[in-house]
Every structure is written in C-alpha cells, then in structure tokens.
C-alpha cells in the first residue's frame, strides 16, 4: 500500500472559477442541502413515531433516508462552503475520508434498495408467507449486512486510493474526491488499478442495477394474477421504486463502469446523484405513498396540539 507521495493536499476546481457563477452554486446548492435534509429528517421522524408505518417496507425506507442524508453531507457542505472561497483545498487525509464516506453511504443506499425490492417481491408473490420471510428479526439482520457490506466496499476503495502514487500534479477538476479524478493525477501505470475499480464499483452499480429491474419486472408480471384494487397499489409503490433505481443508477453506471477517463458532463453527472437523489428520493416515496402522507398529517397534527397546550 502506497502511504509516502509527494502530495499532501489536493486543490479542488469545483463545478466552475467564475465569480458570479460561484455564488449561483452557493445559493442553489444550498437550498438544495437544505431541502435535502428536511425532506429526509420528516421522513425518518414520521416512521420512527408512528405506529402504522412498522412493516419492512418503512423500515428499509427509514434505513433509506438515514443513508441519503448522510451520502448529501458526506459531499454538500463542503462543496457550498468551497463555492465562497477563491482557492479550495483540501488534505489528503480529508480527501480520503471524503472517499470513504462517500462510496459507503452510497453502498449502503443501493444495498438497501436491493433489499426493498426483495421486500416488495416478497410481498406481492409470496403474500401467505410474507410475515414469516420478512419478520423484523430477518429485516434487522438483512440491514447489518448491507451496513457490513457497504463498509468491505468503502475499505476496499480506500485501498486502492492509498495504493496510488502522487509525485506533484496535484489539482482536481472536481468539487469532491473520488477515485475517477484522483487515478488522473497518479504518476504510474493505473491499468490494474482502473481494472479493480470497474470489478468493485462498477460490478456493484451495474449488477444491482439488473437485479433491481429483473425483480421488479418478475413482480410487475406476477401482479396479473391480483384484483384492480391490488394492481393500482402494487403499480403504484413499484413504480416509485422503479424511477428511484433508474435514476440513481443510471448516471452511476455511467461514471463507474468505464475506463479511466472524465469527460465535461462527469461533474454535472455527479452532482444528479449526489445531490439531486437525495431529494428527490424523499418526494417520491412521499407523493407517491398515502400511508406516509396520512402519517405525516398526523404527526403534523400532534406538533400543533402541543405546541397549543403550552
């Protein structure tokens, strides 16, 4: 593992240098963050304190929100302070923990996603058995694992990242840390390097990704078996999650499953899932769900009639 280079810090280009736009990006970025952590905290609120969201589905979605949120603040707080300031570094040790958290909020996020599907699948093609296979004490197991396996992934990008040496160039055209931009400034043959990183994250987006669409389209046929009334609610969630996967995974692929080089669009690619997902997750799952908005209501209803007691 390479420890010693020559670099100890990284400047960071951001999205762009000119002034003006700079504070575009300060202000829309961070209502974006904002919006971001207030749709997520409502969500992750509403099913921790009602008590007609406790079924697997809330529970990974809890599991969900709490994951976005961090994967936002793992790269949004940095980014909106850098948009203020002339000249954006930052250490290498940050820079590595950047990547760290970065890859495990985001493992953790597809993880999860995988285990909604099953969830769904679960319920739907296996409705009488459907208490047995996704009693809480599987769901919490299932959800450790996705923890477990979010955190070999992060480990392993860490050591590719340690694995490559900088001998001057030290300037990111980026506004975070990830091994894409980081493999641009390494003074050595990165072939293999490059290889393992399209075998890691590249085989984890792209095999996640079939396995999301090919469970849901197994569960879309299986639904010509149920009545209208089943059909419209099953479309209804199947759908939500569909535009979810598709959305995330889509500019992820895009960026992990290629070789070794950026191109103009990546940083405005990035931005999509690192912070457009993160939002838009939240509003579909909300919009999308009469259960979440009735509770969401309710819990509304509770803060007002304590608030009136005071």
């Known amino acids: 593992m390479q420890l010693n280079n020559n670099v100890t810090e990284f400047i960071l280009l951001g999205l762009t240098q000119d002034p003006v736009r700079k504070k575009i990006v300060f202000v829309t970025f961070l209502l974006f963050y904002l919006a971001t952590l207030l749709a997520n905290f409502l969500i992750i609120t509403t099913i921790k304190t009602s008590q007609t969201l406790g079924s697997p589905m809330y529970f990974f979605l809890f599991h969900l929100s709490l994951s976005d949120t961090c994967f936002c603040t793992s790269i949004a707080p940095r980014m909106i302070v850098d948009a203020l300031l002339k000249k954006t570094t930052i250490s290498f040790s940050e820079g590595m923990i950047q990547v760290f958290s970065f890859h495990f909020f985001g493992c953790l ?174 509003l579909i799952y909300t919009l999308r769900n009469a259960e979440v908005k009735t509770a969401m209501r309710k819990l509304w209803r509770r803060k007002l009639i304590s608030d009136d007691k005071r």
């Not at 296979?133 to 450790?144: D, F, K, N, P, Y």
């Not at 396995?211 to 059909?231: F, P, T, W």
């Open 109 to 282: 996020g597809i993880f999860i996603l995988i285990l909604m599907a099953a969830d769904r699948y679960v319920a739907i093609c296996k409705p009488l058995h459907y208490t047995t296979i996704m009693s809480r004490r599987v769901c919490a197991v299932l959800v450790a694992m996705a923890w477990l396996g979010s955190c070999v992934h992060s480990l392993a990008q860490i050591f590719l990242a340690l694995s490559l040496p900088f001998c001057g160039p030290n300037v990111i055209d980026h506004y975070f840390c990830d091994l894409q931009p980081l493999l641009k400034l390494a003074c050595a043959d990165i072939y293999v390097i490059n290889l393992l990183l399209v075998s890691n994250s590249g085989a984890i987006c792209t095999v996640s990704f079939v396995v999301l669409i090919c469970s849901y389209v197994i569960i879309l046929y299986s639904l010509r078996n149920h009545s209208a009334e089943g059909r419209r609610k099953a479309l209804s969630t199947c759908i939500s999650h569909i535009i979810v996967v598709i959305l995330f995974f889509g500019p992820c692929i895009f960026i992990y499953t290629r070789p070794a080089t950026t191109f103009p669009m990546d940083k405005m690619i990035a931005v999509f899932y690192t912070l457009g997902t993160p939002l838009i997750n939240p």
